[in-house]
């Protein structure tokens, strides 16, 4: 694996916070904060500020995405958004199937299945995010639960295309909660999402598949998750959205652990 390939990943989730003034004043408080760190960082902003945020990251190595699209290429659909519209846009990745559009939207495996083939096409990195209920997790059919969201939300991808797929495992219960999963949980979880990954796609795919926690990360549990070998980097929602506390979590490095 190359240097870079072994760099954290840490993405913000911006959800629908900011406006582009709002957004702005956050860039130019972050680029100082964050300058040299060894973490690569996406930020998955609201629609309205894809093009923006990445004009005014252009020469940086920030990479900016969406939190969502449609799998269609184009078409009457009344306040849906297209992947070749997001690229238009600046869009370099997109979060696909987050619990929030799961539960809120009503968004199936299928239905996610069906976006990631599209934006792959459009050449996009889907980052596809999958995890269990707090009821899931009790009746132990953790393993089964994400099995199942990753083998539909995956099917007929081919092993040349899941290279560009990245993973993102977030425990429903641990969203927003401020009852993050420990680390030990986090590491096992997605230790057990590699082997199916492995189980489908063989351990030349599996090994290099960037699998992401999220859930209540904060600077002061970050490099807790971060120094698990199975954990590739962080899909932060809350704590991306003010400079100091997203600094922080892209320089875990420099943070102390209790
Ligand atoms: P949170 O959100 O960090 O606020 O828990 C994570 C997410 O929803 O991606």
Known sequence: ?????????????????????????????????????????????????????????????????AQNMNDANEGAFTGEIAGKMLVDAGAKFVIIGHSERRSLFQESDEWINKKIKRALKDGLIPILCIGETLNERQEEATSAVLKKQLEQGLAGITEEEMKKVMIAYEPVWAIGSNSAATATIA????????????????????????ILYGGSVQPENAKLFLREPNIDGLLVGGASLTAEKFSKIINYQQESVL
Not at 21 to 30: G, M, R, S, V
Not at 33 to 54: C, E, M, N, W
């Open 1 to 65: 694996m190359t240097e870079e390939n072994k760099l954290k990943l840490i993405v913000g989730n911006w959800k629908m916070y900011k406006t582009i003034d709002e957004a702005h004043d956050f860039i130019q408080e972050l680029l100082p904060l964050v300058k040299g760190s060894h973490s690569k960082v996406f930020l998955a902003v609201p629609y309205t500020l894809i093009h923006p945020v990445s004009k005014e990251l252009v020469d940086t190595e920030i990479l900016v995405g």
């Open 187 to 210: 590491e096992k979880t997605i230790e057990i999402c590699r082997q199916s990954i492995e189980q489908m796609y063989g351990s030349n795919v599996s090994n290099h598949t960037k």
